[in-house]
């Protein structure tokens, strides 16, 4: 069965910090990789995808993530977090015969100012 | 121009009762989700549903019934409440095989 498993839990960062979030995944086929973010009191967006090509893939707000799939692993990355970065964090994965996300358990992050 | 709208945002009720979420989408995509976020913001599929067809039901009790009367709405009722269906839930809806765009979610307190 497919899973995500993040290992961070809470990250308590300084503005201007640099930030990684670790992302593995199990899934022995093709994936499709994605991150979302949760600001507080809103619904999930979506900060980058994965689907093929360029291992390294940019998002919004100044994110980006690599896929290693010798690693099952799709890290995310931010040079220089701001205070408003806080939020929660999902890296998730679908099978591309799948449909649904399957979603790690995700990493709170918070920014001091 | 909401894309993926949910009412009611909030619902409180009381164990025994039975309660309906609606979904609808304006993005003119076939496949739409409902997700369940426990306490913890541990997210997982409930079900899914493509062009009004059910091809996903994890395993969820009985006592959640999706609906879908067509392919822009995908509600979700809920009889007999119980205080462990105490959660966020939310919709969510994409082209197969394409981002999934989800909704603002409806917190749902059993009491």
């Known amino acids: 069965a497919q899973s995500v498993s993040q290992h961070n839990h809470h990250v308590i960062l300084s503005e201007a910090a640099s930030l990684e979030l670790g992302c593995n995944y199990s899934y022995g086929g093709t994936v499709n990789l994605f991150w979302y973010v949760q600001y507080p009191g809103q619904h999930l967006q979506l900060l980058l995808k994965?689907?093929?090509?360029?291992?390294l893939v940019k998002g919004i707000k100044g994110f980006e993530a690599e896929f290693i799939k010798s690693k099952f692993s799709f890290n995310l990355r931010k040079p220089s977090v701001q205070w408003s970065d806080t939020a929660e964090y999902f890296c998730a994965v679908r099978g591309q015969a799948g449909t649904a996300l399957i979603f790690g358990k995700g990493t709170t992050l918070s920014v001091s100012s | 121009d909401t894309a993926v709208s949910q009412t009611p945002k909030y619902l409180v009720t009381q164990m025994g009762n039975d309660k309906s979420i609606k979904c609808e989408q304006n993005?003119?995509?076939?496949?739409m989700y409902w997700y369940k976020q426990d306490s913890k913001k541990f997210l997982k599929i409930m079900f899914s549903?493509?062009?009004?067809?059910?091809?996903i039901n994890e395993t969820v009790p009985n006592r959640f019934s999706p609906k879908s009367p067509d392919k822009a709405h995908l509600n979700l009722h809920i009889n007999s409440l119980e205080l462990g269906d105490s959660a966020v839930y939310f919709c969510?809806?994409?082209?197969?095989?394409?981002?999934?765009?989800f909704g603002p979610g409806t917190r749902l307190t059993v009491t």
């Open positions: 969510a809806s994409s082209q197969p095989g394409v981002v999934q765009y």
């Open positions: 994965y689907f093929s090509g360029d291992p």
């Open positions: 993005l003119g995509h076939d496949t």
């Open positions: 549903y493509n062009n009004k067809e059910l091809i």
